[in-house]
């Protein structure tokens, strides 16, 4: 019902600067909150940044002061623009978003996911 398409992932050097973005589509009547998760090899998936409807933010103490996120609610789209970027950035990173598929029910979806590579 609700599809997330993630996109802006790639490779960058140490200190270099990257936007993901993540576009929501399908029937819903709303979005609610919106995230970013990223999952490095061996480790388990991590919140990196969340967002309310409402523009209200929370993110992971290894990234503050380094990445931001946004969204657009017109077009039901998240961005996470991501800078001084370290190696231990690399990782493949997840939108999540909570969506109101009814005025009453609400579920939580999955992108497939983009990954992010800082290496020189």
């Known amino acids: 019902q609700v599809q997330l398409v993630e996109s802006g992932g790639g490779l960058v050097q140490p200190g270099g600067s990257l936007r993901l973005s993540c576009a929501a589509s399908g029937r819903f009547v709303s979005i609610n909150d919106m995230g970013w998760y990223r999952q490095a090899p061996g480790k388990e998936r991590e919140l990196v940044a969340a967002i309310t409807r409402g523009g209200s933010t929370n993110y992971a103490d290894s990234v503050k002061g380094r990445f931001t996120i946004s969204r657009d609610n017109a077009k039901n789209t998240a961005y996470l623009q991501m800078s001084s970027l370290k190696p231990e950035d690399t990782a493949v990173y997840y939108c999540?978003?909570?969506?109101?598929?009814?005025?009453?029910?609400?579920?939580?979806?999955w992108g497939q996911g983009t990954q992010v590579t800082v290496s020189s």
């Open positions: 999540n978003a909570e969506a109101m598929t009814t005025p009453w029910l609400r579920a939580d979806y």
